[in-house]
């Protein structure tokens, strides 16, 4: 069997520390720096040219996070989805620029909606009506540019919520992405499932992984190894599916020691 090769989420700095292990591996990269209000708000002309200036001749795919803070895709405001739609399509017009080819976004879904599908039934319908309103111009436009949006399960607790919302919009430009750790804090502190069935609950519709460790406590990102989650069945559960995802690790600190963390993944048999 081909191990799977894994990609690292970035930004600006961590390029320059991390580019000839990048380079040598074609290994995907998923730039994070246009997730913050305060960046989008300002000039990014400068940011963007000096990435488009360091990943020339880049020869693995590239992929952006798009912006999240406070921007819910299901909101029930039609004035408020119009800024969020405006923000997305905002770094969807970078990931172009920069060549990539796959966009995170966040899915709406909390642990509120579960315990209370019987309270609120008429929820389910008006957020994924929302939802889908606020993507259709942002789709379109991906699909102009040849991006893929991945929906990242961020406090879901149910596997399937935005896995069903992906396939109710049915767009070509819209697949589900998992993060291991998000799941792993639902299964700890939400009795959720555990990141495994997370996994065969998206099936082939999962497109993208972020790859972090975490206790089931908070939301860690800590390279795989120093948390709980269990590996070797993560990656056997991916090696299931038709297709094997993007796979990106999504550390937050120590960057410098992710060639070492592979090395050990590998030496494990589970990827390179």
Not at 158 to 166: G, I, K, S, T
């Amino acid at each position: 069997m081909t191990l799977p090769t894994l990609g690292a989420a970035i930004k600006r700095g961590d390029f320059d520390i991390l580019e000839p292990w990048l380079r040598a591996g074609e290994r995907a990269i998923e730039i994070q720096d246009f997730v913050f209000p305060e960046v989008l708000a300002g000039d990014t002309a400068p940011l963007v040219e000096s990435y488009r200036a360091c990943l020339r001749g880049y020869g693995g795919p590239i992929g952006l996070h798009g912006p999240f803070f406070g921007l819910d895709i299901a909101n029930p405001e039609p004035e408020i989805r119009a800024v969020i739609r405006r923000r997305l399509i905002q770094v969807l017009e970078i990931t172009q620029a920069l060549g990539g080819s796959h966009m995170v976004i966040h899915s709406p879904f909390t642990y509120w909606h579960v315990l209370n599908r019987h309270n609120y039934p008429q929820f389910r319908a008006a957020m994924f009506e929302a939802a889908a309103d606020c993507l259709a111009p942002v789709l379109a436009r991906a699909e102009a540019a040849g991006v893929t949006l991945v929906l990242e399960n961020i406090d879901d607790t149910d596997p399937a919520a935005r896995v069903e919302l992906v396939r109710a919009i049915d767009h070509a430009c819209l697949r589900v992405s998992l993060d291991t750790g998000h799941a792993e804090l639902a299964h700890g502190r939400y009795n959720a499932p555990p990141v495994v069935d997370f996994i065969a609950a998206a099936g082939d519709s999962l497109a993208h992984v972020h790859l972090q460790d975490a206790d089931g406590y908070a939301d860690r990102h800590w390279h795989p190894g120093e948390g709980c989650i269990p590996w070797p069945a993560v990656f056997n559960a991916l090696a299931r599916l038709p297709q094997c995802p993007r796979l990106i690790l999504e550390v937050r600190n120590n960057l410098g020691r992710l060639p070492a963390t592979v090395a050990r993944l590998e030496a494990l048999g589970l990827a390179r």
